[in-house]
DNA sequence: GGCATTTGACCTTG
DNA sequence: CAAGGTCAAATGCC
């Protein structure tokens, strides 16, 4: 029985952008293939630190898959995902004209598998959302105590029928603690995603159709960012990307949305 | 009994 | 002042 836990990119709606768009998809063939090698790969192997190395090496594929589509989604600039978001409360919105808390590091997906991304949470408040239809749940890193990890997500059950259910998860800030099985900002891994069942099992647990999907979004915003290749050249490592949008934070709409 | 979740009150932000 | 975010006591589950 075969998942498929594709990471869709939310690609433009603009076909001009043609190559983008095969590019885009073969690098979601990349991923998915990774993913399975990790799902066939990883439990075969006794902990250790071959395991440890290939793990390193399969998220390093993940992080530049990520990285390239982000790149190319800087090109090709992605007004759809946008759109998508803001009329659903996604990436929580100006309401009438109201704004939002400001948040240092904030970025956010679109996931049927909210609580699959390799770290381990505690839920802390739910919250009903003027304009949303369902609650909003926020949770933070089991070490925030421990560790003093400053990481912090919302979960919100998007207002559509899509089935599986889809969730808009908005992160805030990186973790700090040395718990994580995984250091990317996003894992689409499903097969090994009993490692962090416990959290889940409780409050807001999606139903387990599949297939599983996490939605890549950027926001138009984003795209729009005029990069030189210098400030690119960051060793394939999306946390440098993450960085950089810190970085360029003068104005709180330089996100990176994923 | 311990732990996670729920929920209403309170706090913070814009 | 309204809306969103967090706290903490109450509650429920194992």
Redo the contacts with the bound molecule.
Sequence with gaps: MEEHSNLLVSTSTDLSHCDHHQAIKEINEAHELTRQLRALLLPSLTAGSLAELAREILDNITKSCSLTVFLLQSGGHDHQASKQLNGQGGR?PM?DG?????SQNEWSIVTSVPYEDGHQW??????R???AKYP???HRC?YHKDQDCPA?K?VQKVDNDADPPEFIVVY?MQHRCRSSDSHIPFVMESAEASLVKK?Q????TPSNGDPQMTHLLLSDEISNVPLTPEQWNLDNDLDSVMSFFEFADEDPFYKLWM
């Design positions: 929580r309401l109201r704004k939002r808390r400001k505690t839920k802390y408040g739910q919250k959302i003027n304009s909003r749940s926020y089991i912090t919302t805030n959290n099992s409780r409050a807001d």
